[in-house]
């Protein structure tokens, strides 16, 4: 039994490929962030080696070590903490312990998480080991896009797409995990979709409040003046934390196309019954064309932070220029 | 658990497609003995620079060759397939980057080849050598040992200094083309006794992008969702292929502007799984194709066969430069990976965006089934055979010699205008016209029209207004008058003389009606804009 939440798709297609024994050597995992990737990947790893029925098993010696962490033929290669890449010393060290025959499993699986963040030179290094390795290693890489890597990386493995895991599927999941019916529902909403944030909201309440609290002030943004915008901002972010004004962008762009759902007489994909009313009454009066024009105002303030612009400067240079 | 693409690596050099200009000549140089003793294989993934690489060791060492190709029989080749050929040296340049690998290379290479003739050396990824390592390589390069034979391959030749390029014969590697992608696929998929359709097998050859290897990934991968035998419809699941039906009803509803179905329609798409990137990709590709035909560009590309007929429905009712405006608006979406948004969050910005470029201009749009150019005649008497010839071969020649310039965004309109009893009923878009077409003869002619105005044009006399007498005088050259009328004649298909002079800002502006004279052409204006939008942000700033 797959113990994974959502990702029928995927998971049928991978349980398919390994009862035919069409299973590429090469895979690719792609999906936002927290949907689960390197979870299904260490999966897939516990598969290949369980010596269980109905493999993953999940009690057998391989599928518990590699649960574990502590599966010799396993292992997940990522970024070292504080660093922004896989090097190519990684891949290296990679390369020469997964030119070895499996220790205790039948195969050897390594996972490298993030792959979008190999640099160029470890992605090349990667290249001989990817397309022709030995034949008991399975490589499997994850990224939030495809786009993200080398082409030439890309070619060499087959890529499974993951989305964002649906909210019912979720929430499900969440009851199952002894949440009550209606914080299930919460949690699962205001996941959007990530499998790994639902899960650790629920064990830590205080994530969800904070995320809630911030949508429903939130959606004022758009019905007040510049200087109200201003203010509302300056009161709920610390405009200097680049990190905090990425979250409070993200956030403002998820809330608009809310907006825009709202406006086109389609469910809110985001906001809760209660919150979709307020948001409702706030923007009952923007065109399509108002609303378009506060997305692409939020977008260039992205876009501008990546660059290294100031970040205060960027979100408020948005917020006005969207008047 | 072998991949296809690695099972189906070509192992001769006939079943190497799509790189004959390659075949051919490393084909004649095995067979006349002429092998050099450095190539450079360049080219897109996947492409068969590693293959080939291969299958020439393979041919210089074969004891059979027949016309310079390995015979894939005797030993030496065999031993080759099998990968335990001595004198066969592969080496991956980028995990051993380093000058002290290459050093350790040239030392080998003065021995001789342990059983074949030759020795080779394919050094793959070679752009990842170091500036050191690639130096160190110079003097073995230039005149290696007889015995030796190196071919590098890279994907990034740019990166390979020009003295290591200079020492190789260099090849360059082709997308492969999708005819010799399908040929392969068919190939492949006879041998391992799949049952699948062309059509179903070129909806691979068009995701792999002219890779053979992303080709046989993608035919593994829509193998592995099925049993036996594929079609197009089990493709299209298999590789998250949007439904091409989707793609049409989605482009329906952006036509009839109901932004907000298109919306629900993508929604309930994406929410049963579907990838939102390929929706956006495929729906790229299929405008991309719309923009081809409304080009009058026949059979460039390749449109999904369940969108042939739609797509004849579409175009009728697009003008090239909305068709342009929805393409830049549907590619201009990539949000930042740093965000965590929703993944169908380009596609729907892109999509309100695409909806509402078209708005813009909608009046302007022949949203009639095309007639002959005709765009509102007042009490028009039947035209002339002699205005009407013309002008209809022009239409005809428009989309070849003004391929996609968008209306708005250009500086001109090149429309064709209709020339009627020798009036020209839109003097300004006839001028546009005549100034753009003049660029590709000469620009400083072009310039000077800019500045100039048609102040009326009967009984085949063009009078051409200027304000300033110098850019008049130009214009009575005897050269850049004719230059002039030719391309008058070309634009509208009717010919004038002109007469060029200069006249005050009142006079043109009563000769043509209207109050639209620019001093300049909308620099100041937009300067001023833009020093606005500065200022108001810069106050934004001082205000925080």
């Not at chain 2, 067979?31 to 450095?38: G, L, R, S, T």
């Not at chain 2, 450079?40 to 996947?46: A, E, I, K």
């Amino acid at each position: 039994m797959w113990n994974v939440i959502g990702h029928k798709r995927a998971v049928s297609a991978l349980q398919r490929a390994l009862e035919t024994n069409r299973l590429p050597h090469a895979l690719l995992f792609t999906g936002p962030e927290g949907v689960g990737k390197t979870h299904l990947a260490l999966e897939l790893a516990k598969a290949l080696n369980c010596a269980g029925e109905d493999p993953p098993c999940g009690s057998c010696i391989h599928c518990h070590q590699t649960e574990i962490d502590s599966h010799p033929d396993v292992s997940v290669v990522e970024r070292a903490d504080g660093k922004d890449s896989i090097v190519i010393g990684q891949v290296r060290e990679l390369r020469d312990a997964a030119s070895l025959r499996p220790f205790q499993g039948r195969r050897k699986v390594y996972i490298i998480a993030g792959a979008e963040g190999l640099t160029d030179q470890a992605a090349d290094a990667l290249l001989k080991t990817l397309e022709e390795p030995q034949p008991q290693l399975t490589m499997i890489l994850t990224a939030s896009e495809a786009e993200g890597l080398p082409a030439t990386v890309v070619s060499r493995c087959r890529v499974i797409p993951l989305q964002q895991v649906e909210t019912e599927v979720i929430a499900a999941a969440l009851r199952a995990a002894g949440q009550d019916e209606a914080s299930s529902a919460r949690l699962a909403r205001l996941s959007r979709g990530r499998v790994g944030w639902a899960l650790r909201a629920a064990r830590q309440p205080k994530l969800a409040t904070q995320q809630q609290e911030l949508a429903v002030r939130l959606a004022d943004l758009w019905s007040l003046d510049v200087d109200g915008r201003l203010l509302l901002i300056e009161s709920l972010t610390d405009k200097k934390d680049r990190a905090a004004v990425r979250r409070s962008l993200e956030l403002m762009m998820i809330l608009t196309r809310d907006l825009l759902f709202i406006t086109q007489g389609l469910p809110p994909w985001f906001m809760g019954t209660d919150e979709a009313d307020l948001l409702r009454s706030r923007g009952a009066g923007l065109s399509l064309r108002e609303i378009h024009g506060r997305m692409a105002a939020l977008k260039a303030a992205m876009e501008r932070i990546d660059q290294n612009v100031d970040p205060r400067l960027s979100l408020e240079a948005a917020l006005i220029s969207a008047a | 658990m072998s991949s296809l693409y690695r099972k189906w690596r070509s192992q001769s050099f006939l079943d190497l497609y799509g790189q004959e200009h390659v075949v051919r000549t490393l084909r004649n140089a095995v067979a006349q003995h002429k092998v050099a003793h450095a190539y450079l294989f360049t080219g897109p993934r996947g492409t068969g620079k590693t293959s080939t690489a291969r299958i020439l060791a393979k041919a210089v060492n074969c004891l059979n060759p027949h016309e310079g190709n390995p015979c894939n029989a005797c030993e030496m080749c065999l031993a080759a397939n099998e990968g335990r050929a001595l004198d066969v040296i592969e080496i991956d340049a980028a995990s051993n980057t380093s000058v002290d690998n290459v050093r350790d290379l040239r030392e080998r290479v003065a021995y001789a080849a342990g059983e074949g003739r030759y020795k080779v050396y394919i050094v793959d990824e070679v752009h990842r050598l170091s500036g050191a390592a690639f130096d160190a390589f110079l003097k073995t390069l230039e005149e290696p040992p007889e015995h030796v034979i190196f071919v590098f391959a890279s994907t990034e030749p740019h990166k390979v200094p020009a003295t290591i390029i200079s020492r190789c014969q260099r090849f360059d590697f082709r997308r492969i083309g999708p005819e010799d992608a399908l040929r392969r696929l068919r190939e492949v998929a006879e041998s391992e006794g799949i049952a699948v359709d062309d059509d179903a097998l070129m909806l691979l050859v068009q995701g792999a992008n002219g890779s053979l290897r992303d080709a046989l990934g993608l035919l593994d991968q829509a193998l592995a969702y099925s049993d036996g035998g594929i079609s197009a419809a089990e493709i299209r699941q298999a590789l998250g292929l949007t439904d091409p039906m989707l793609v049409a009803r989605l482009t329906d509803h952006l036509l009839d502007g109901e932004v907000g179905r298109g919306l629900e329609d993508a929604a309930t798409f994406i929410a049963s799984g579907a990838d939102p990137g390929q929706l956006v990709r495929q729906l790229v590709d299929y405008w991309r194709y719309l923009l081809l035909r409304a080009s009058g560009v026949q059979q460039a590309s390749w449109v999904d066969p369940a969108l042939a007929d739609s797509a004849g429905r579409h175009v009728s009712r697009l003008s090239t430069a909305q068709i342009v405006r929805v393409l830049a608006a549907l590619t201009g979406q990539d949000f930042s990976a740093k965000y965590n948004l929703p993944p169908e969050l380009p596609f729907e910005v892109g999509y309100v965006e695409a909806a509402l470029g078209l708005q813009e201009r909608r009046p302007a749009a022949p949203s009639v089934q095309p007639a002959p150019p005709a765009p509102e005649r007042r009490t028009a008497p039947p035209s002339t055979p002699a205005a009407a010839q013309p002008s209809a071969s022009v239409e005809r020649a428009q989309p070849k010699t003004e391929p996609a310039a968008p209306a708005d965004t250009g500086p001109t309109v090149p429309a064709p205008i209709p020339a009627e009893n020798g009036n020209l009923s839109d003097l300004d878009a006839a001028w546009a016209a005549i100034v753009t077409r003049m660029r590709s003869r000469s620009k400083s002619l072009e310039a000077i029209l800019k500045s100039g105005y048609i102040l009326g044009a009967d009984n085949g006399e063009m009078k051409v207004g200027f304000l300033y007498p110098f850019h008049s005088e130009q214009l009575n050259k005897t050269s850049a008058r004719k230059a002039l009328e030719e391309v008058i004649v070309e634009t509208l298909g009717v010919s004038y003389r002109v007469k060029s002079l200069v006249a005050t800002k009142e006079e043109i502006e009563a000769a043509r009606g209207s109050g639209t004279v620019a001093e300049d052409d909308g620099f100041v204006e937009e300067a001023a804009e833009s020093l606005r939008k500065l200022h108001i942000e810069k106050l934004g700033n001082g205000h925080s």
